[in-house]
């Protein structure tokens, strides 16, 4: 079965411009996370969405936003975008709460 | 708070060897424990998990997992490394009570031929 879906791969974006995020997951998946992964802080837990509701949200700025669909597709959203921004942005989707999470290939952000 | 601990930031091993990444962990009540590898410029892959039942874990590519509550460890381990399992190894932890996974630093594993 198909695998959990990032687009677009590649971005590169400039400082201030805002920009969005797609993640599909496995069909009949319907939690779906968000990590950012950067080389000094690793990897981080942006936020969290079940059945369209957001249900944790890790310690980021209100420019770090997303939503989830009713067909579970996800998506997030950075405002006002700035160099340090610029990350790999891992998208996860998992079954149930004791399952494992299966993650996307990931959208590798710029901003210069 | 979660938190996880991979003390080492690279571990080398040669092929045929058995191999060893470490990983303790620290969370309120019991524990769901996974292990992901990433390779270059690609998302993480599910190894294996913990949830419950046998302390020993079995999961892909032979690689097992032994769970040690009272040293609050998950140590990944494989019998003979093979050059192919070179990679980013990270160990993960979510609360039974939370929904986020907390992730260690990662730990490089290079197996020489």
């Known amino acids: 079965k198909a695998g959990v879906t990032q687009t677009p791969r590649y971005l590169i974006k400039t400082r201030g411009q805002q920009v969005t995020l797609s993640c599909s997951p496995i069909?009949?998946?319907?939690?779906v996370s968000w990590y950012q992964q950067t080389p000094g802080q690793g990897l981080q837990f942006l936020f969290e969405?079940?059945?369209?509701?957001?249900?944790n949200k890790g310690n980021f700025p209100g420019r770090f936003s997303g939503r989830q669909f009713s067909n579970s597709r996800s998506e997030m959203n950075v405002s006002t975008l700035e160099l340090g921004d610029s990350a790999l942005y891992l998208c996860?989707?998992?079954?149930?709460?004791?399952?494992?999470?299966?993650f996307g290939q990931g959208t590798r952000l710029t901003v210069v | 708070a979660q938190s996880v601990a991979q003390p080492e930031d690279q571990v080398n091993v040669a092929e045929g060897n058995p191999l060893t990444v470490k990983c303790t962990y620290s969370?309120?009540?019991?524990?769901?424990l996974f292990w992901y590898v990433q390779y270059p410029n690609r998302g993480l892959q599910f190894l294996l998990k913990?949830?419950?039942?046998?302390?020993l874990v079995k999961g892909s590519y032979g690689f097992e997992a032994e769970f040690n509550k009272s040293q609050t460890s998950f140590h990944l381990k494989k019998p003979s490394a093979l050059v192919s399992d070179s990679a980013l190894y990270f160990c993960?932890?979510?609360?039974?009570?939370?929904?986020?996974?907390?992730f260690g630093a990662g730990t490089i594993l290079r197996v020489k031929s």
């Open positions: 996860a989707s998992r079954r149930g709460d004791n399952t494992e999470a299966f």
């Open positions: 069909s009949g998946h319907r939690s």
């Open positions: 969405y079940f059945s369209e509701t957001q249900r």
């Open positions: 969370v309120s009540g019991n524990p769901y």
């Open positions: 913990y949830i419950t039942g046998d302390n």
């Open positions: 993960a932890v979510r609360g039974r009570d939370g929904n986020k996974l907390v």
